[in-house]
């Protein structure tokens, strides 16, 4: 680490970042289209890749100890929202979130219904009052945590100019509270729904156009982005992201935090590389060690072992 990243590490009422989970294992579903994606994505070089990311549960925990964790939108919620309105969120996320995970609901339909569950909450969000100054207790307050190795992979982008976009239908204020000590980097990007203030900073209303899980891949429609792309996600829906933009290839890493509620078939399709258990950032940190030329002991990681076969290969043109 530098001087300058040292500079700006916070120090926080609680650890913000997850320790290491070594519960973590790694799937690769079909090793030959990973070996000749994980080539290219090398052979392109650093000035060549852009990171995509989902935020929820993708760069923050899934669970902290026996809890779940707490999405960007549930950090509001129950940080500003107390009786009656808190439990009124509650019911909507009982009602509308398994809508939200079914496979066999029709697209269209989904897409509706996920539209009237965040007009709903965040309606009730602002009915109360809600300042920029209250959100970094709602956070510290809350259980929500950065992956393990979160920092490093930013920091990692940052030193090498490589973008990393956040695109996130989640609370984009909260997300931007989180990544405090990374905002200055220049390529990280943040597309998300935000809660704008009045002139007291008291949030009134939401950012134009409202971001939900089925829309995400609007935003880099018109938006260019590198020929190769890392792709972070925790949902299958989560790699229509890259859908609508143009690119030469992506690898697709998803997390799949909690193996059993979902079915690991779909995900081993959508993804070329799982990451289960609700693992750590490290497998990420590998793969731009290995497009930027930065030191990285594979060594240090048992979970990473599997990836070891994949190296000699990794010849620079
Ligand atoms: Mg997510």
Redesign the pocket.
């Known amino acids: 680490m530098s001087a300058s990243e040292n500079a700006n590490i916070k120090v926080h009422r609680r650890p913000i970042i997850a320790p290491y989970n070594d519960q973590e294992a790694i799937l690769i579903p079909n090793p030959e289209v990973f070996r000749r994606k994980l080539h290219d994505l090398v052979n392109g070089g650093s000035h060549n890749v852009e990171v995509i990311s989902?935020?929820?549960?993708?760069l923050s925990r899934f669970r902290i100890g026996n809890q779940k964790g707490k999405s960007t939108y549930q950090v509001v919620e129950a940080g500003a929202l107390s009786g009656d309105k808190l439990q009124e969120t509650h019911d909507l996320y009982s009602y509308y979130h398994p809508i939200e995970v079914d496979p066999h609901i029709p697209h269209d339909e989904k897409e509706r219904l996920m539209h009237e569950w965040w007009d709903k909450s965040n309606e009730i969000i602002l009915s109360v009052d809600i300042h920029r100054s209250m959100l970094y207790d709602f956070i510290m307050d809350s259980n929500l945590h950065l992956r393990h190795g979160v920092d490093r992979v930013l920091h990692h982008c940052d030193r090498n100019l490589i973008p990393f976009t956040i695109i996130s239908a989640g609370c984009g204020n909260i997300i931007e509270v989180s990544l405090e000590e990374y905002l200055e980097h220049e390529k990280l990007e943040i597309h998300s729904n935000f809660m704008i203030g009045d002139c007291e900073g008291r949030y009134t209303h939401w950012s134009e156009p409202a971001l939900r899980t089925l829309n995400k891949n609007l935003v880099l429609r018109d938006r260019p982005v590198k020929p190769n792309i890392i792709l972070l996600?925790?949902?299958i829906s989560?790699i229509k992201m890259i859908e609508h933009a143009t690119y030469n290839d992506a690898l697709k890493i998803g997390f799949l935090n909690e193996p059993s509620s979902y079915v690991l078939d779909a995900y081993k399709e959508a993804y070329d590389i799982l990451i289960l258990n609700d693992g750590n950032m490290s497998l990420i940190e590998l793969i731009l060690s290995l497009v930027t030329g930065e030191a990285f002991n594979i060594d240090d990681y048992p979970s990473l072992q599997a990836l070891k076969d994949y190296l000699p290969s990794l010849v620079r043109n």
């Open positions: 989902d935020y929820d549960f993708t996600g925790d949902m989560d």
